[in-house]
């Protein structure tokens, strides 16, 4: 077996493992680490799909500043062992259970409808599908080219996005709890 | 003309790939639903975000077309907007009640 399809088949695992752990874990800091775990996985994952710059986005975003920010923030509340006394809802037995087969069912209907065969995907594809992947697919050069010319205008809607996040999160955290401003 | 890694994902890689999406997006919406911690909910819209990810790059390689990793790098800035605030919001509600358990708002209605 090739090594890039064993380490897919490797990273997809771990990415289930860590939303499990994530899932059952009492404490969050136990659950942001298996939460890393999953998005460490998936930026592997994207590598082997030959989308190389979404994987170091990946990597410096996601897992470089959201998961240090979230593990800040759990350090800094120092929250009482209470809380996690009773961590799943009452009706946790009930609906998980329901959504899993759910999901499986998906699955099972995925795999009679188009999984079986062996080009099943290729199939699906459009225009050069079949063939070879060219070698700068994914680059940093023609991705990026790409995002400032043919989407310049969602890459600038992007940042006004963000710019208004700023300004929102200072505003929430000016007002104490009865609506008024901090002194 | 072909290599083995593009056989496997034209064929069951793909299935492969899309029942990772399926069940990682069962696992957020699980986590969502059921925890009754508001970090643990924060973390699930992440995890379900990511799912999303991996499935449009999945189908950007499927179709030689980078709109998909262009997307998702959106996507990754929605997300990062959301960590922000959601942070800021649950940062205010502790401070307010000293507990970040949902059962403690059950009271807060109208």
């Not at chain 1, 090739?2 to 493992?17: E, K, Q, R």
């Not at chain 1, 136990?30 to 930026?43: E, W």
């Not at chain 1, 593990?71 to 809802?89: A, W």
């Not at chain 2, 069940?23 to 957020?28: H, K």
């Amino acid at each position: 077996m090739d090594f890039n399809i064993l380490m897919y088949y490797v990273f997809g695992i771990v990415a289930i493992a860590g939303g499990l752990v994530l899932l059952f874990a009492k404490h969050p800091i136990r659950g942001a680490m298996g939460l890393l775990t999953t998005m460490v996985a998936l930026a592997g994952m994207y590598a082997i799909l030959q989308a190389h710059s979404i994987a170091i986005f990946q990597l410096i975003i996601y897992a470089g500043a959201i998961m240090v920010l979230i593990i800040y923030f759990i350090m800094l509340l120092d929250i009482k062992s209470e809380d996690y006394l009773r961590p799943f809802s009452k009706l946790f037995w009930v609906g998980a259970p329901i959504l899993s087969l759910l999901a499986i069912f998906f699955i099972y209907k995925l795999y009679t409808v188009i999984g079986g065969e062996q080009d099943a995907f290729g199939n699906l594809s459009s225009g050069s599908l079949a063939e070879e992947s060219p070698e700068n697919f994914g680059g940093i050069k023609i991705f990026s080219t790409k995002l400032l010319t043919k989407y310049l205008f969602a890459f600038e809607y992007v940042s006004t996005l963000l710019f208004a996040a700023i300004v929102a999160v200072i505003s929430i955290v000016q007002l104490d709890w009865k609506g008024r401003k901090n002194e | 003309m072909s290599n083995p890694l593009t056989d496997f994902i034209f064929g069951t890689g793909g299935f492969f790939t899309i029942a990772i999406v399926i069940l990682l997006f069962a696992l957020g919406s699980i986590t969502f639903i059921f925890r009754r911690t508001l970090l643990h909910m924060l973390m699930a819209v992440e995890l379900m975000l990511n799912a999303v990810n991996l499935s449009l790059i999945y189908f950007s390689r499927l179709h030689q077309n980078h709109d998909g990793q262009i997307l998702s790098l959106m996507i990754f800035v929605v997300a990062a907007c959301e960590v922000a605030l959601g942070i800021a919001i649950i940062v205010q509600l502790f401070k307010r009640t000293g507990s970040i358990s949902v059962d403690t708002y059950v009271t807060e209605r109208g």
